[in-house]
């Protein structure tokens, strides 16, 4: 059974750097075809994709975010890791990481978080 | 970056009856084996959002036959049959042919 998990601050302050983590089970990042990819939905506006890490270790993000996202993958605590430097206010919103099937002539996130709301305030 | 279009973007349904939404991408989404990487997701209030069709046409595991998708190149649609209560919520069309994901601007669909 897979699940996944997102965890870290309710409250940031901007400047700061967000850190959000993706506990996972049911399932290895090394297999092949598997990825897991973040996911964000502002107050009252649609889902956007931020980034992804492949089983190969291959990531991709987001260019509207403008360089300020790293993702990370801790293979001995079946993590996936988000980094968002330099916050603002616009990055408030719900965060979901999802486990995405990317094999060959496939693709889609069948599994996702509960999601984790962050507020970025002073 | 391909533009992901929805339309409408509110959908008020009567129980029984049939609803189709429109998606359009900015680009082909095929690829070379003549799939089109075209996702469909439903985000009810206060949950996840839930994978609905992938491929543009296949049905997920667990959804229900009400729910299909069709659809090639640039031009999709989600059709549900028979609409039921359970059914309301955000839809939300992704393209997953290349990075960086988009999403369609969402469908509020929500019982009349």
């Known amino acids: 059974q897979i699940t996944l998990r997102e965890s870290g601050p309710t409250l940031v302050k901007p400047t700061q750097t967000l850190t959000l983590t993706c506990t996972f089970s049911g399932f290895s990042l090394s297999t092949s075809g598997v990825a897991v990819g973040w996911i964000r939905q502002p107050p009252g506006k649609a889902l956007e994709w931020l980034a992804l890490?492949?089983?190969?270790?291959?990531?991709r993000y987001s260019p509207s975010l403008k360089g300020r996202l790293t993702i990370t993958e801790d293979t001995s605590k079946d993590q996936v890791v988000l980094t968002v430097t330099n916050v603002d206010p616009v990055d408030t919103g719900t965060y979901y990481c999802a486990h995405m099937d990317s094999r060959v002539n496939t693709g889609y996130f069948d599994y996702w978080g509960q999601g984790t709301l962050v507020t970025v305030s002073s | 970056d391909i533009v992901m279009t929805q339309s409408p973007l509110s959908l008020p349904v009567t129980p029984g009856e049939p609803a189709s939404i429109s998606c359009r991408s900015s680009e082909s989404l095929l690829n070379s084996n003549g799939d089109s990487y075209l996702d469909w997701y439903l985000h009810k209030p206060g949950q996840s959002p839930q994978l609905l069709i992938y491929?543009?046409?296949h049905r997920a595991s667990g959804v229900p036959d009400r729910f299909s998708g069709s659809g090639s190149g640039t031009d999709f649609t989600l059709k549900i049959s028979r609409v039921e209560a359970e059914d309301v919520g955000v839809y939300y069309c992704?393209?997953?042919?290349?990075?960086?994901?988009?999403f369609g601007p969402g469908t509020k669909v929500d019982i009349k």
């Open positions: 491929l543009g046409s």
């Open positions: 890490i492949y089983w190969n270790d291959d990531k």
């Open positions: 992704l393209q997953v042919l290349q990075t960086p994901f988009t």
